[in-house]
């Protein structure tokens, strides 16, 4: 089995990065506490829930954080939510006034280039799934040097070791999940090794003209005569 690459060439950190959103008067820099969360759409299957669940915890440990949530309020597996403002509204009436929301920022989709911005933003990336495919957006953030937190489940483990490329939590529990993102920005001395070790790691294993695509491409070699193999 063989990736479809990831364009590490194209991907990585940006310390002079910033991002203007909207209600804010001046752009996030790296100064600024960011924690950042992406989904296609925000979704049990994606672990939006226990994202959720844990954001009192984090913004009340954390008093200048501020967390920007990237997807749409659909479904993409699963079963939807009830309801009548999808998961996010029904999160948000759990949650109540428990968490301060002046401090959440939902974006919803954004174009490809806003969306690195946001991940070379942050100090800390939450990636939440269950078991199933991998998202791309996981090894694109560990291209660009992010300090995951991130579920401990097999497909994430494939691409993850622990306190090595990045943090895994238990997928269903949203105290160890806030706990452990509440530890990386307090100490961040001690997680400062998770990010180069990760853009490494996706280097060396997942980059898209150095290693998947020269394996594409002898692997279709194999099935043809010489006289029409395919030459980079």
């Given amino acids: ?67 920007i949530m990237v997807g749409g309020n659909e479904t993409s597996y699963g079963a939807e939510s009830k309801h009548p403002k999808g998961l996010r509204g029904e999160m948000e009436e759990e949650l109540g006034n428990r968490v301060d929301w002046s401090r959440v920022h939902f974006v919803g989709r954004v174009p490809y280039p806003d969306l690195c911005k946001i991940v070379q933003l942050g100090r800390c990336h939450i990636y939440l799934t269950m078991p199933f495919v991998l998202s ?50 307090q100490r961040p001395d001690d997680y400062a090794h998770l990010g180069p070790n990760a853009r490494a790691h996706v280097v060396e294993t997942y980059d898209f003209k150095t290693r998947c695509l020269p394996e594409h491409i002898a692997r279709m070699n194999s099935l043809l005569p010489t006289t029409k193999q395919i030459r980079l």
């Fill in 1 to 67: 089995v063989c990736h479809d690459g990831i364009r590490c060439d194209t991907l990585g950190p940006d310390p002079d990065v910033s991002v203007k959103l909207g209600r804010l008067e001046k752009p996030l820099t790296r100064d600024d506490e960011v924690i950042t969360y992406i989904a296609r759409n925000m979704e049990r299957a994606r672990g939006f829930h226990i994202m959720m669940r844990a954001l009192p915890r984090i913004l009340e440990e954390r008093p200048k954080a501020r967390v």
């Fill in 136 to 185: 791309w957006s996981l090894l694109e953030s560990m291209a660009m040097g992010a300090t995951i937190v991130t579920s401990d489940v097999g497909p994430v483990r494939e691409a993850v070791t622990h306190g090595e490329t990045g943090m895994l939590v238990d997928f269903f529990d949203h105290d160890a999940l806030a706990a452990q993102v509440v530890d990386v920005l």
